[in-house]
């Protein structure tokens, strides 16, 4: 009895069988009511009394091996059932549920795009900054109140590592690796230590804008920047310039735009003055030409500033800014047309 099931046991482990239905043959010859399993508990009644002990665990083994080689067989036949016959390829998919890109992202886009157009590329920096890209090269002084730890994130215990507080510090590094003509938009997230309300975020987004060549005036950074409110916010749209101040650019100024809700004849959106403030602007301070390794006395240029929230709230007359940096998704939602 003993040599019997061994040998039923070497045979079991080499069980093949490529079908389910081969596989169901197998269990009806082995593992059924009659199957060879049930032949051998039918003889163990006969076996000795003093032999019954070892007999019944041999055979408890042999079933248990037996069990898991046919469900092993039968998983391998079932699976390849599946790759084989049970995929149709041609079937309708089911539908997927497609997201919608940021509000910030499309008016983000939508600049970029628009300055392409003019020739203008594309230029990224790090946000976590050191205070050279950010402020020294940007001809502001070692005391400017901007520097103070009202506006700016610093890095502790490391003075000279911040969070950057505009992009400038991305035209900072385009103009250290890059002789002249530079024609480059820089959008990213920014970072001042303001507290978080419905008019103020601690961290916004910003496109800037640069351009240096040979005598670039005053006068093509107005046609540009007109270019770019008509195709931001219409063809009838009008731009003003109101003299302002930055350490990095001289002149300097603010752009306004008509409002975009009555066209300029006043209303709660423009405070009825008619405009609305979009950017601010200037030729390059020779002082950010010269600490950037360009020769002033060549090359002249102009840069400019906005904040891709504020575009949006324009666009979209979006209340509350911390809206854009909540993720909730009835918010998100209703900008799925505009995509
Ligand atoms: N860097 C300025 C800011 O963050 C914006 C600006 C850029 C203004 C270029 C003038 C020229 O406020």
Redesign the pocket.
């Known amino acids: 009895m003993l040599e019997r099931i061994k040998q039923m046991l070497a045979e079991v482990q080499t069980l093949q069988a490529a079908t389910p239905e081969e596989v169901e043959a197998l269990r009806i010859k082995y593992l059924s009511k009659k199957g060879e399993l049930a032949a051998l508990m039918n003889d163990f009644r006969s076996v000795a009394p003093d032999l019954k002990r070892e007999v019944g665990q041999r055979i408890n083994e042999l079933k248990a091996v037996t069990t898991e080689r046919i469900n092993a067989l039968k998983s391998a036949a079932s699976a390849q059932e599946t790759t084989a016959d049970d995929v149709d390829l041609t079937r309708t998919p089911y539908p997927v549920a497609l997201g919608t890109r940021h509000p910030l992202t499309i008016v983000k886009n939508e600049i970029v795009d628009i300055f392409s157009r003019m020739g203008f590329t594309l230029a990224e920096g790090p946000e976590v900054e050191d205070d050279w890209h950010v402020y020294s090269s ?1 001809n502001f002084a070692d005391d400017h109140p901007a520097r103070d730890m009202q506006d700016t994130f610093f890095v502790e215990a490391h003075p000279d590592i911040i969070l950057r ?4 510090s991305v ?1 900072a590094r385009v103009m250290e690796r890059t002789q002249p003509p530079i024609r480059v938009i820089c959008p990213g997230r ?1 970072y001042r230590n303001e507290a978080v309300s419905a008019r103020a975020h601690c961290f916004f987004h ?1 496109v ?3 351009y240096i060549d040979k005598q670039v005036s005053f006068r093509d950074l107005k046609q540009v920047l007109l270019l770019f409110a008509q195709e931001m916010f219409g063809p009838e749209t009008q731009i003003r310039l109101r003299p302002s101040y ?1 350490p ?2 001289e002149p ?1 100024a603010e752009m306004d735009v008509s409002c975009t809700i009555c066209g300029g004849k006043g209303c709660s959106m423009c405070k009825g003055s008619g405009w609305l403030e979009i ?4 030729m390059v301070d020779p002082a950010v030409l010269e600490a950037n390794g360009i020769d002033s006395t060549i090359y002249s240029g102009y ?4 904040g891709i929230e504020r575009i949006a709230n324009l666009k979209y007359q979006v209340k509350d800014l911390r809206l854009f940096s909540e993720n909730d998704v009835r918010f998100l939602e209703e900008f799925r047309a505009a995509n």
């Open positions: 940007m507080s505009h992009t400038s035209q920014v910003q800037e804008g640069l930055f990095f650019t300097s950017l601010g602007c200037g840069a400019f500033g906005m």
